[in-house]
């Protein structure tokens, strides 16, 4: 696992909110709860949310409810990408 970027974005008493960048394999919520144990502490993640996995973007991605309207519309081919991508 290596993590390249790790920023924190806003923290209270109770909870951080950090945004990482990692490579595949990193087990982000055993990140969690050993950087908790390492304050003294417990820590677990409430929220997880990948926007980048190899060449794949969040921006390209598509919401479960626009895929149900392309399907019911016949027209899910267009959320479809080829094998090789």
Do not use: W
């Amino acid at each position: 696992m290596t993590v390249f970027e790790l920023t924190l974005i806003a923290s209270n008493t109770a909870m951080a909110k950090f945004e990482m960048i990692c490579s595949k394999g990193t087990y982000v919520r055993a990140l969690a709860r050993d950087l908790g144990l390492a304050l003294g502490t417990h820590a677990h993640i409430t929220r997880l949310r990948r926007v980048l996995a190899g060449p794949f973007t969040e921006a390209g991605a598509f919401s479960l409810d626009s895929l149900q309207g392309l399907s019911h519309s016949g027209r899910i081919r267009e959320a479809l990408l080829p094998l090789e991508t």
